[in-house]
């Protein structure tokens, strides 16, 4: 159970945060970025030393360790992987993101994942700030809103606020 083969991948639960690059001392995990469509996770397993500091510091559990050793070759480009994270447009400026999985919403908030989470799940980080701002404004109008009218009973005289 504790055996480290090669490195295995779930491209649908990555968030390409570069994480497992940035704590990966060999080099093995790198990004390429130059696509428009995708971001391209590169593995060279004959770089990798197998440590896990890539598993440990993922956000999302999307690297495990495979069960079964590494192929025994000399063809280098058997120890590469290539997977490609697909962009989505934010849903609504349109600009290109990666969105949280759902998996990693469900830890986090249960299931079904709330309805105000699931509406910002698939924007970018700045409408999700314009729109996380914009509800706390609308909530703190209301609330005042809700304060103000407190002071004053249905004949429109103020209450003492004593």
């Not at 497992?20 to 080099?27: K, L, R």
């Not at 397993?45 to 070759?73: D, K, M, N």
């Not at 924007?123 to 404004?137: G, I, S, Y």
Request: proline fraction near 6%.
């Amino acid at each position: 159970e504790t055996f480290r083969g090669m490195l295995s991948h779930d491209f649908k639960k990555c968030t390409a945060c570069e994480t497992c690059s940035y704590v990966c001392s060999p080099g093995a995990i790198t990004f390429d970025r130059s696509g428009k469509e995708s971001v391209k996770w590169q593995y060279f397993g004959g770089q990798c030393t197998y440590c896990g500091r890539c598993i440990a510091f993922c956000p999302t559990g999307a690297l495990q360790f495979e069960h079964s050793s590494a192929p025994v070759s000399r063809d280098l480009d058997t120890y590469r992987v290539v997977h490609s994270i697909q962009y989505v447009p934010c849903s609504r400026c349109g600009k290109p993101i990666i969105p949280l999985p759902a998996s990693v919403l469900v830890k986090l908030y249960g299931d079904p994942i709330p309805a105000d989470i699931s509406a910002v799940r698939e924007m970018c980080e700045e409408c999700r700030n314009f729109t996380t701002t914009r509800n706390l404004k609308n909530a703190t109008r209301g609330q005042m809103a809700r304060r103000a009218s407190d002071l004053i009973d249905r004949s429109g005289s103020k209450i003492s606020s004593d």
